[in-house]
């Protein structure tokens, strides 16, 4: 009784996975036998696969449980199965044999390799606190109310966006109101709201600082609108010449040049939306990240009604989590609400419970502090070797953010790809500005948040190595 509860795959606690044959209306043993036989030859079936039960299988195909008791058993007589007790009927490590017409799929070909990264836009993923993020999750999920579970709005979690307003207000400066706020699927999907809503509202220019990302760009022209490159100097964007219906702005810290927007600047970017009509989209990418300087505050509150505040986890504590948030003025609360409607409905909600404990209990702020120091370590540990290696290597930018501006002798270009050729990725100014330009500013980025500790020295040599030569 035993084995044949064995070779069923009746002794567990469950039924296995759901399993999908066609056997075309035949129901003998040998007619489920070559089903079984294909779909593990296939490898639709891998090894490891827990069967169904016999019971729960005979049931689905409408067929005898003992034909299904027989052909488990003649499969683990074969070797194919293997069945043992409490641990119910599985599919046998070997490897599948493709018939037919199915062919084996190439791996696709991915980016280059490189031994180190230091391009930057990416923090140390290494330091994600996965211990008090469990400990976050294990308060947050069950203590969550039925009705986390279901839809619900748009918007997100009333838990997230209270906690949120809180946060921003005392450490960002912004004006915040829980009401105000809107959960996205990753700053692109921000950015990809607020263009799609200036479209329609009859936006067709939006002004964007000369030196940025250009996948921003790509997606303020996928939703119909033109990008208008602004200049940048030692004090921000030139406010005086911003343009059209609405600016793509990092104030706080300028991307990739690290200037802060000067005050004056920001008070004459305010001033022109206000006699234009026009938005201010602040990009605060890493507002929490300075060293040498007291917190810039965030421009929105200026203007809380001419700019719309944006924020994200990607920096703070992991890309992955792929959460943002956007603090709207209240005359764009309802279109942005409904294209959010027709894209994705809702931002994942599980997490943005567990983000909202997270803040409540404090652990965000202490992991937003000891990165803080974490960075300042590498910081200084970066410009300190620099100093005495390469000692003509001018280090600009270096008083927030998680990379430094460095500008070189000789061509930037030829630099980036002679450490790229020695396995290390660096990034040329020229690859962040809206229209390149070689032979102007001749300068690289170093990101030097991306690597983890056990790799960071080994990267800041061959850097040293590579801007020695």
Known sequence: ????????????PGTGADLHLDLANRRGRADLVEALHESIRTGRLPAGTRLPSSRSLAKDLGIARNTVADAYGQLVAEGWLTARQGSGTVVAGRAPTLTGTAKKVSPRPGPTQFRYDLTPGSPDVS??????WLAAARKALPSAPNDAFGYGDPRGRPELREKLADYLARARGVRADPERILICSGYIQALNLLSDVLRVQGATTMSVEEFGYDLHWDVIRSRGLEPVPVPVDEYGVRADLLTGQAAFL???????????????????????ARQTGALLIEDDYDGEFRYDRQPVGALQALDPERVVYTGTASKSLAPA?????MVLPE???????????????????????????????GHYDRHVRRSRLHYRRRRDRLVELLAVRAPDVKVAGISAGLHVLLDVPGQAAE???????????????????????PDDRQAV??????????AYSGALDLLCQVLAV
Do not use: C
């Open 415 to 437: 630099m980036v790809e002679r450490a790229a050729r020695q396995g290390l990725a660096i990034a040329a100014l020229d690859r962040y500005r809206f229209v390149p330009d």
């Open 250 to 272: 990092t104030p706080a810290h300028q991307m990739p040049t690290g200037v802060p927007l000067a005050p004056d600047r920001r008070a004459a970017a305010i001033e022109w």
């Open 445 to 454: 980025i170093v990101g030097y948040g991306t690597p983890p500790d056990h």
């Open 321 to 325: 989590l792929r959460l943002a948030w």
């Open 127 to 132: 330091t994600f606190p996965r211990t008090e």
């Open 331 to 361: 005359q764009l609360m309802d279109p942005v609400l409904a294209a959010k409607r027709t894209t994705d409905l809702l931002t994942a909600t599980l997490d943005q419970l567990v983000l909202a404990e997270f803040i409540a209990s």
């Open 1 to 12: 009784m035993e084995d044949q509860r064995a070779n069923s795959g009746d002794s567990g």
